[in-house]
């Protein structure tokens, strides 16, 4: 029976669910990626995802365009950076706890407008696959990478920008600057409030693309709570990541696999104990944590409000 | 000095008014009454002895884990890893029952070993969070992310494997304990009294130690300026390191007192998120101690009215999530506005 799993076409199957289910990871983590980089740690993504994940799901239900379903998961998760921003960078806030706080808020929202606008567990049609003329013809690699969706190629294609403009770019200069050492970055005249603003508002829509990519692009449903902990995953993720893109993406990649992988074996029916499926994502979390430890810098200036002297 | 205190007090008031009319606008803009939603809370939480009864068993844990929580934020820590201490408490306890239950261990001296060694898986795994940060470095908001997935891992684990009920494994737990070592519980209601003088004892234990001693001082100036109380002489890292434990231990304690007290057994979410709300109370609360009696009484309040609320208005119980998430944005906003406002007064002084 476990034979079955090593075919070529389970094989393949199981690398291109892979590739797709990194998406939302993706993005979620490159945006909080940006933020802790200038030194906010936003843990509200998980509630940022789920409002993404519903105004995306309703607005392509209802208008029938997912690029519209698109735009609004997006400008969702921007208000609500920018709510995060004010409350952490004009507030001083502690970050943690509002983090916390804006993630039952986006529970507790997402949750009431399901119940008032839906009711029930809907679906839509999701973002089609596009097969890259050429390549998606290619055995094998071509049904793994060429023949996904918008939201996927654009996920991986968002780790290099991201790297670019982190090392590459004034901005970048300006962001890794006000999370090392904001008093230095604020005596050479960079506004470390204005870098933050934009950093968290990035950070906020890109967790709202996470939110859209599962829920018209991935599972084309919406159901309550339904991004279960990826939000937080998503925030672990920038940590093994050491908060490079590239590892960001090496992390997002692990977890998709496993998870993928799990899926597979149960939807093959291969005897391997249950228990021991569903657990693999987990114990993948406890050797990576292990082996990542002590190996990565935090930005120094990271959980720190900034207020200038005068 | 009162005059701060008085001002202190007013700015929360706001907070928690300011955080009513948002969610009140929100329920409007969902088409029901907030009065209407209010009064089923009031009604739902404190309205009937049962109800209150049960207001007080979601108070217990939350509390409990309230009181280690206040702990480690006093030595300056974040300890997110709470919800995975409160699941190695539950488990540590289910262990030494199964292990117990069914020998001639009389079942008083099996409860208390049971408790005992859910403080002890708590304390453990906290150590566990503890240790990366002072050892490895590892901040222990991601730490005590990861230790978290790992302690719902192991839960997931043993329900479905070692400890999977006879017949069909599911999430909703495993076999029930022998009735013989259920804490008692009161009348009809599923509150235990144990478990209430627990919790009392608890954050009566947290204010003495931070109030009173020398070690509470101390862990507080490694909270305030860890190199400066390394400088004069505090070793920080094992008041950390202890910080970490006490927590662990209490947030064990409350993972013990829902196996034990309420659910008789382990179920797949044995934290039912009182480590996150813990985090917002303590928070909430500012250090001090005292508060944190009334404000874990109405967070529990909420999330007990707030179970009513699908029946009769159609909504549902999100909104309690909505009315706290807001709570504390506002708590946190009318802290910078008050902070900025001293400022203010203090330049024109």
């Given at each position: ?310 | ?93 289910t262990w030494i029952v199964r292990l117990l239950q069914d020998t001639t261990t009389p079942p008083a001296l099996t409860i208390a070993l049971a408790?005992?060694a ?59 304990f022998n009735e013989s070592v ?168």
């Amino acid at each position: 029976m476990i034979s079955e799993l090593f075919t070529t076409t389970v094989l393949i199957g199981i690398l291109a669910s892979g590739i797709r289910l990194a998406t939302p990871y993706l993005y979620a983590a490159i945006g909080e990626t940006f933020s802790q980089k200038s030194g906010v740690l936003n843990l509200g993504v998980e509630g940022q995802m789920l409002l993404g994940c519903f105004a995306a799901f309703y607005v392509a239900l209802t208008t029938e365009n997912l690029w519209l379903g698109l735009l609004a998961a997006m400008i969702v998760g921007a208000v609500m950076g920018l709510a995060m921003a004010f409350v952490t960078v004009n507030l001083h806030a502690q970050q943690g706890i509002s983090g916390i706080g804006f993630y039952l808020f986006g529970l507790g929202m997402s949750d009431l407008l399901f119940q008032k606008l839906l009711g029930t567990v809907e679906t839509v049609k999701g973002f089609p696959e596009i097969y890259i003329p050429g390549l998606s013809d290619i055995p094998g690699i071509g049904e793994i990478f060429f023949s996904q969706n918008i939201l996927v190629y654009g996920a991986f294609l968002l780790v290099p920008i991201a790297w670019f403009v982190l090392n590459k770019t004034t901005l970048g200069l300006k962001i890794r600057s006000v999370g090392e050492n904001p008093d230095a970055a604020d005596s050479l005249g960079v506004s470390v409030a204005r870098v933050r603003y934009f950093t968290i508002i990035l950070g906020g829509t890109l967790s709202g693309l996470a939110g859209a990519s599962l829920s018209i692009a991935l599972l084309n449903v919406f159901q309550q709570n339904m991004t279960s902990g990826l939000g937080f995953i998503a925030v672990a993720l920038v940590y093994f990541g050491a908060w490079k893109p590239a590892g960001v993406l090496a992390g997002a990649l692990l977890f998709s696999m496993v998870n993928s992988l799990q899926l597979w074996i149960q939807v093959l029916g291969i005897p391997v104990p249950s228990d021991i499926a569903v657990m693999m994502p987990y114990v993948l979390t406890i050797l990576v944590l292990v082996a990542t430890v002590s190996k990565v810098r935090t930005p120094s200036a990271l959980t720190k409000p900034f207020e200038r002297e005068d | 000095m009162k005059n701060t205190r008085i001002s202190n007090f007013g700015f929360q008031i706001l907070a928690v008014v300011l955080a009513l009319v948002v969610t009140s606008l929100i329920l409007i803009a969902a088409g029901a009454n907030p009065l209407d939603a209010y009064k089923n809370i009031y009604a739902g939480s404190f309205g009937s002895f049962e109800k209150l009864s049960d207001v007080l068993v979601a108070w217990i844990p939350l509390l409990i884990t309230v009181a280690g929580l206040l702990v480690t934020f006093s030595a300056g820590l974040w300890n997110i890893g709470v919800e995975g201490q409160i699941i190695m408490g539950g488990i540590a306890t289910t262990w030494i029952v199964r292990l117990l239950q069914d020998t001639t261990t009389p079942p008083a001296l099996t409860i208390a070993l049971a408790i005992l060694a859910g403080m002890i898986g708590g304390a453990l795994w906290a150590a566990l969070a503890g240790a990366l940060k002072t050892f490895g470095g590892v901040n222990e908001i991601f730490g005590g992310l990861g230790l978290n997935f790992v302690a719902t891992a192991a839960t997931i684990w043993l329900i479905f494997g070692p400890w999977k009920r006879p017949g069909v494994a599911s999430i909703a737990g495993t076999e029930a304990f022998n009735e013989s070592v259920w804490l008692p519980t009161m009348g009809d209601t599923r509150l235990s009294l144990w478990a209430l003088g627990l919790a009392i004892v608890s954050i009566m234990i947290v204010y003495f130690l931070l109030q009173g001693t020398y070690i509470g001082l101390r862990l507080k100036a490694v909270g305030k300026n860890p190199k400066a109380a390394y400088l004069l002489g505090v070793p920080t890292w094992q008041y950390s390191m202890m910080a970490f434990m006490l927590c662990g231990a209490f947030a064990g304690l409350a993972g013990a007192m829902q196996v034990m007290a309420v659910y008789h057994r382990l179920i797949g979410s044995i934290s039912s998120g009182y480590g996150f709300l813990g985090l917002l109370v303590a928070m909430l609360v500012n250090y001090q101690v005292i508060w944190s009696v009334p404000v874990a009484l109405f967070f529990a309040a909420l999330n007990i009215g707030g179970i009513q609320l699908p029946i009769i208005l159609k909504l549902d119980s999100s909104i309690t999530g909505i009315l706290q998430g807001t709570l504390v944005l506002f708590v946190l906003m009318m802290e910078g506005v008050r902070q900025r406002f001293m400022k203010r007064a203090g330049e024109k002084q």
